[in-house]
């Protein structure tokens, strides 16, 4: 294909390049200055022209690129706004109502129950303001890089979602192997690795049921160390896969539930941060479950 | 200090803020005098002497931040609460290096507004300047050069993490009171953070290896179990 789009340009001067290389070989050998100055400055010539046409194309394709690059910028701002717009109009539609209420309705109980009601909303306000905030300061903020241990961090996860009310009691396995021991560690921010994990299994842990498994475990493959959530729950459908990583995306199974929409789009940045890799793999159907992987580089 | 009703001074820009702060700051106690920029705050300040000023920082004709540095160059040791508009780091370091004595970030639950009053109360000394306020903070052989970030044991240079560096300088300005591990998640990250209580106390046993404090028999840092840590030692500020 390459070829195809480079031939018609290039090839009358590749053939002139072919023609003065035989007519310098032909000068060399009868021994003929004139002839040997000639063809050279025929090559050079068609050189010149072959570089300057390359050059054009080069700078035609790089500003091809980069309109599509801005596009691209582009259309993310706009589903970036369309989204937040969305997800601010519901809680304050919701605080609205509620502060009718509270100035119309008569009754003690009905009068706490929009209370309840506005509470909730500015709740949800206030979370997506927070992560909001997380996604600007990331983009600044230099992250430390420490050696981490991963077996302890997995079990600072496991403790910290205990609180969650998704929690219940629920188990979650921890799975690490014994073997290289001690597990080898990975160079990055703590704090923000926790986050990152933690966002995953508090994912887990919401968009499943009481009788499905969570498990969280870690993996090395000499190069990378993999850190994988895995659940067994309805899994994600294909169609939101590749954008459930985006800034306040909502999968069509996610609309219901609450969460600010940043959670993801969070942990790809802070393992974007540490030079790593994330992913999703998830079936609706046998053998069912979702599984993020967390992809970090050895030091 | 007005024993029965302390005289409290807001000043931010945004009528329904004040509004909605002052009848719940005279509710727990507090007599509130409300302005709504830096300028007539920086003349309440003088006229009336309150016993702590809340300052926001973006406000119309002067706002917070110039208006605290002009009221402690005019000598007012006045305890001062910044509310700042962006939880960034530097946005936060930046309250507390003009001298204000606590910060609190938009948006903020109005008892968290309470109980940071009551504790900045607590700690201020009518008069003098705060501990917030100071560049260098001492207790015993340890040192703290909060301009040049660094912290000092006997003459030598402790190497510190940037966030190990945060919550010293928090536990140092705050001597003598309890603070929790949220509080402290707070401090170096500016933002909620799901409180993995090992995140706070992997930081304080460097801090503690580093200023070879004892955790059974603490010089400096305390742990108070199921609620936090103490900083002990007394600390003095200089310049």
Do not use: C
Not at chain 1, 230 to 255: C, H, M, Q, V
Not at chain 2, 99 to 122: C, M, Q, S, T
Not at chain 2, 199 to 225: S, W, Y
């Amino acid at each position: 294909m390459l070829a195809q789009l480079l031939l018609p340009t290039i090839f009358p001067i590749l053939s002139s390049v072919d023609f003065g290389t035989a007519a310098f070989v032909f000068g060399m050998t009868i021994r003929n200055p004139a002839v040997v100055a000639f063809s050279f400055g025929f090559i050079i010539t068609a050189f010149i022209i072959l570089i300057y046409y390359w050059d054009r194309r080069r700078i035609a394709q790089t500003q091809t690129m980069y309109a599509d690059y801005l596009q691209e910028v582009g259309d993310r701002r706009r589903n970036f706004l369309r989204r937040l717009d969305h997800e601010i109009k519901n809680p304050l539609t919701g605080l609205r109502a509620a502060l009718v209420n509270l100035t119309e309705e008569k009754t003690e109980e009905e009068r706490d129950r929009a209370v309840m009601n506005a509470k909730r909303a500015v709740e949800r306000l206030t979370r997506l303001l927070t992560d909001l905030r997380k996604l600007s300061d990331l983009e600044e903020r230099a992250i430390e890089r420490f050696p981490v241990n991963v077996p302890e961090l997995l079990d600072d996860v496991v403790t910290a979602v205990r609180i969650l009310p998704a929690h219940e009691k629920r188990d979650i396995h921890v799975l690490i192997p014994k073997v290289p021991s001690p597990f080898p560690t990975i160079t990055g921010d703590r704090d923000l690795l926790l986050l990152a994990v933690y966002n995953l299994v508090e994912n887990a842990l919401k968009f499943t049921s009481a009788d499905d498994s969570i498990e969280v475990r870690a993996l090395e493959d000499g190069r990378s160390i993999v850190i994988e959530v895995a659940d067994s729950g309805t899994g994600i459908p294909s169609d939101d896969l590749s954008k459930i990583f985006e800034e306040l995306y909502r999968g069509s199974n996610a609309r219901g539930t609450e969460g600010s929409g940043l959670g993801l789009a969070l942990v790809h940045r802070i393992v974007t941060l540490h030079h790593g890799g994330v992913g999703v793999r998830s079936s609706q159907v046998e053998p069912r479950g979702t599984v993020f992987t967390v992809r970090l580089p050895r030091r | 200090m007005s024993l029965d009703r302390p005289t409290i001074l807001l000043a931010d820009d945004d009528p329904t803020i004040a509004d909605s702060l002052a009848p719940f700051l005279e509710r727990a106690g507090f007599h509130v005098l409300v302005v709504s920029d830096g300028m007539s705050a920086l003349e309440k300040a003088q006229a009336h002497h309150p016993e702590l000023i809340i300052l926001d920082v973006l406000m119309p004709r002067m706002d917070g931040r110039e208006t605290l540095r002009r009221l402690r160059k005019i000598n007012i040791w006045t305890p001062t609460i910044l509310l700042t508009q962006v939880g960034e780091a530097s946005e936060r370091a930046l309250a507390l290096e003009e001298g204000a004595d606590d910060y609190l970030n938009k948006p903020f639950d109005p008892h968290e507004l309470l109980a940071r009053i009551r504790a900045v109360l607590r700690r201020a000394r009518p008069g003098e300047r705060s501990l917030s306020a100071a560049w260098l903070l001492t207790a015993h052989d340890l040192s703290l050069d909060r301009r040049a970030r660094r912290a000092s044991l006997a003459g030598k240079v402790l190497e510190l993490t940037p966030k190990a560096f945060a919550v010293l300088e928090h536990l140092m300005t705050h001597p003598d009171e309890a603070v929790t591990r949220e509080r402290l998640l707070d401090v170096v990250w500016g933002w909620e953070y799901p409180a993995g209580t090992r995140t706070v106390d992997t930081r304080m046993a460097e801090l503690r290896r580093a200023l070879n404090d004892d955790p059974t028999e603490p010089r400096f840092i305390e742990t108070i179990p199921g609620e936090g840590y103490r900083f002990i030692a007394p600390v003095r500020g200089e310049g």
